[in-house]
């Protein structure tokens, strides 16, 4: 769905030590409501333009392969400034830019509303896309500071992890009912909503007070090189889940609205069985990750995910919705359950603490970039066949599979050559 919350329970490394007290006042649940809210409307806008794409491209006159691209660059926004933003953070402060970056959010939602043009669209798409790159890595940072590490940060990061991930099932619905009236209230939400948060915000953010010592550039071998099959693996691995699932709802969404008639509020509610299980499981995800270990996850929802997949290409997407659109998105939701949080536990597992915001970055940006890529792919595919489309999306998904049946292959090496090896504490969940 988005990267925005793949960073599993119990994974985040404060960048200064948190408060000596084990009992966060209540100001800090306050600021914890706020930033999650905002975690919301930052996952919303992954799915808002998933539902109201016909009704845009309808609107602005655009084929279907060219509304794509206002999905495509919200990804590209993000994907591109994750790096950048993290070092203009560190440089600038995090509540100055945290509070930059939601208001810039909400002005470009309002510009978004009100575009004349897809050119002036998708450059609102773009700067969203800025702008969650900024707010996203930050609002985790603020918690991380400002809750004592133990079951008060626990508690914290698993609320505003439940919060994104109800955010694209949120999306699907919420947009689906006010694009029934325009698709321009779908995309003019974030403007009050964000400027609501704005205003909170500015008295909830701390200040950065005394930044933490920077680490020392090299603390002993191979510290400067972090694990790089590990992180390219989980990379590939994510944007081989987020890639193939955008190009299969670009399929769905306009065969089910323009083939089939249904109301963008029906075409929303089709989709939820994709995106809600994990919003419901959310909170045990690292219970997950770490009874079963992420290699034996990521390949288990791989292979979830391609099953899906084959089975609605083998009905050439015209079977009906129970035995065609349903049965996929149960099986990709699935996929989503096993292999989210498991993918950056594989990423970040063993990685120095300081530098393990840097492999999420990196991590990210191939994910968002992956992403977009594959549905720039599959657009590009379906102006000619659907079908073809279709094995675009099958394709991705197969690649991510043996992608994972190679991770998969070297953890059972690791483990009969190191048996005595414990996992490492980033899994582990309460």
């Known amino acids: 769905m ?62 279907p392969s060219s509304a794509s691209w206002f999905m495509t660059c919200f990804a590209l ?35 978004a509303g009100l575009a004349a043009d897809p050119f002036t669209l998708a450059a609102t798409r773009v700067v969203k896309g800025v702008s969650v790159a900024v707010m996203a890595p930050t609002g985790l940072a603020i918690i991380a ?31 689906g009912a006010l694009t029934l009236t325009s698709w321009r209230w779908a995309l003019v939400l974030g403007a009050p909503v964000g400027l609501l948060l704005f205003m909170v915000g ?27 099959w590990p992180v390219i693996r989980s990379a590939l691995g994510a944007a081989a889940v987020n890639g193939p699932y955008w190009g299969f709802l670009f399929v769905v969404t306009y065969r089910l609205q323009a083939d089939h008639g249904w109301s963008p509020l029906t075409t929303g509610l089709a989709l939820l069985p994709t995106s809600l299980p994990l919003a419901l499981t959310a909170l045990a995800s690292g219970r997950l990750v770490s009874r079963f270990g992420p290699p034996r996850l990521i390949t288990a929802g791989s292979l979830a995910a391609l099953a899906g997949y084959i ?19 149960l099986l990709v939701g699935v996929g989503y359950v096993l292999s989210f949080s498991a993918l950056h536990v594989q990423a970040v597992t063993g990685v120095p603490p300081h530098r393990q915001g840097v492999v999420t970055g990196i991590y990210q940006t191939a994910v968002q970039i992956g992403g977009a890529a594959t549905l720039a ?35 059972r090496v690791q483990s009969n050559t190191a048996p005595s090896k414990t996992a490492p504490s980033t899994t582990r969940e309460g």
């Open 2 to 63: 988005t990267s925005t919350t793949h960073t599993p329970l119990g994974s985040q490394t404060p960048d200064a030590p948190g408060p000596a007290d084990a009992t966060a006042p209540a100001r800090h649940w306050a600021l914890l409501l706020m930033l999650s809210g905002n975690m919301l409307i930052d996952a919303l806008e992954v799915s808002t333009v998933v539902v109201a794409m016909p009704s845009i491209g309808r609107s602005l006159h655009l084929a």
């Open 202 to 228: 500015l008295r909830l953010i701390p200040g950065d007070g005394r930044k933490a010592p920077a680490p020392p550039a090299s603390s002993g071998p191979g510290s400067a090189a972090v694990r790089a």
């Open 377 to 411: 792919a599959v657009a590009f595919t379906a102006a000619a066949s659907r079908t073809a489309a279709l094995l675009v999306v099958a394709a991705a998904a197969a690649a991510g599979w043996l992608v994972s049946l190679a991770g998969l292959a070297t953890d």
């Open 311 to 329: 089975w609605y290409l083998a009905g050439d997407g015209r079977a009906s919705y129970l035995s065609g659109v349903l049965p996929t998105t």
């Open 145 to 175: 500071n400002t809750f004592a590490d133990g079951p008060a940060r626990r508690r914290a990061l698993a609320v505003y992890s439940l919060f994104g991930a109800s955010g694209f099932s949120a999306g699907l619905v919420l947009t």
């Open 77 to 111: 926004g993000f994907g591109g400034f994750i790096l950048p933003g993290a070092r203009l953070t560190a440089r600038l402060g995090r509540r100055r830019m945290y509070l930059a970056a939601l208001l810039v959010f909400a002005l470009a939602s309002l510009a």
